[in-house]
């Protein structure tokens, strides 16, 4: 069973940076499409970037030229580096897999990012 475990949440001031960490277990993250996603207070989860197998990437119109996703598949990482920060970022942030052959999906648990001063 993959497992994926989020790391690097936090307060941050506005104008700021953070990267966000996703660790999975087991063996298939190579090949399997990673996405970040959020959900802020009061409103419904939405996709906010994503990564393909083969290193493809797509972001919500929101974060395009701020934020930068990534994968390190040796260490069977994602990473979602965010800048000039905005209050509206605020949100719960989650990892999510989906195995390209079967479409087995995998959510982490979440991290909290806060941006304000």
């Known amino acids: 069973q993959v497992q994926l475990v989020e790391s690097g949440g936090g307060l941050v001031q506005p104008g700021g940076s953070l990267r966000l960490s996703c660790a999975a277990s087991g063996s298939f993250f190579s090949n399997s499409r990673m996405a970040w996603h959020r959900q802020a207070p009061g409103k419904e989860r939405e996709l906010v970037a994503v990564?393909?197998?083969?290193?493809?990437?797509n972001y919500a119109d929101s974060v395009k030229g701020r934020f930068t996703i990534s994968r390190d598949n040796a260490k069977n990482t994602v990473y979602l580096q965010m800048s000039s920060l905005k209050p509206e970022d605020t949100a719960v942030y989650y990892c999510?897999?989906?195995?390209?052959?079967?479409?087995?999906?995998?959510w982490g648990q979440g991290t909290l990012v806060t941006v304000s001063s």
């Open positions: 999510n897999s989906r195995r390209v052959l079967t479409g087995l999906e995998v």
């Open positions: 990564i393909t197998s083969g290193g493809a990437t």
